[in-house]
């Protein structure tokens, strides 16, 4: 049953700024062919930024692919060699100006294994510092501060739509409750 | 701050079988001019399926955008015009053979939304009744049940890698803690 699919050919359709696709002819356990469409991504690292006062600090960005201003956890693609832990810091401080003393690995996942090799590290942020944020020049980004118990209601009333976030709240509140 | 990206110039650079890919330029509020790559889904649906004995039925499969077998809830993507409740039973029964009496949507999220419009729905499904499986002629997949406390700590270990199982799993501890 667990039988892996052998590619026999390999075409690369685009290579992109951000993603490149690609379509691999398979081989499947019955000897037939099958074509799988394939997202190459660099992967990508969220945080969860959580303040003295119990805030989580959030982002609220335009999301082209989905037509909306999505509130989300601060995050972004890891650069070429870059450490996952690295990114987290960069990210952090570039999109909400806060450092992070304390940084914790919660979980890694692949955001839609389906069709793209996209994986996202997920971080806990503590012991916050602030300073300024420096978004980079083509992005507009808002944050503001919520509670758990807040993100926890916004995710289950559609208030919050992105994967990362939901898995990283939903996460956080997990570990947290576990340390009690 | 907020901002809608305008199009101001869309080019399709592939059609597939499950996705599109395209690039659009947009306006940004600065008034320069970005480009985004966009990855274009269908939307897809899965469901928790809960067993009498409170084992939750999960499918094993190669992906190969990620080169592995990984454990997930039953999913699979709406045909044209299909209603989410209506892909998630016959995704459930093609791929594990169980029938749902009743289906509960528990949320929708944007899988990857800085890159994709995938949009995928989440549905608890009880008081399952058995038949036999029988997944499309390409799909191998292989049934197992596990507790929920069980699923609990493989997210936690690594052993769940999927976005949308990882989701659904920490709701569906979620909301059965909040009927309590």
Tied chains: 1, 2.
Excluded at 29 to 51: D, Q, S
Excluded at 61 to 82: C, H, M, N, S, T
Aim: aromatic share 6%; glycine share 6%.
């Amino acid at each position: 049953m667990h039988v892996k699919e052998k590619t026999v050919h390999s075409e690369m359709i685009f290579e992109g700024k951000i993603i490149n696709l690609r379509v691999d002819t398979v081989e499947l356990p019955n000897h037939k062919l099958a074509t799988r469409e394939i997202v190459e991504h660099p992967g990508a690292v969220a945080v969860v930024p959580v303040t003295e006062d119990n805030k989580i600090v959030m982002v609220r960005q335009y999301r082209k692919p989905v037509e909306d201003f999505l509130l989300e956890i601060p995050a972004g693609k890891l650069d070429k060699d870059e450490l996952p832990e690295s990114c987290a810091r960069r990210e952090l401080e570039e999109e909400t100006g806060y450092k992070a003393e304390t940084l914790k690995h919660l979980l890694s996942f692949y955001t839609s294994p389906g069709f793209s090799n996209e994986i996202l590290h997920i971080y806990l942020g503590q012991n916050l510092t602030q300073g300024k944020a420096h978004p980079d020049e083509d992005e507009y980004i808002s944050s503001e501060g919520y509670s758990l118990e807040e993100l926890m209601g916004m995710i289950f009333n559609g208030s919050i739509m992105d994967s990362k976030t939901i898995i990283a709240i939903l996460a956080t509140k997990e570990y947290l409750m576990r340390l009690k």
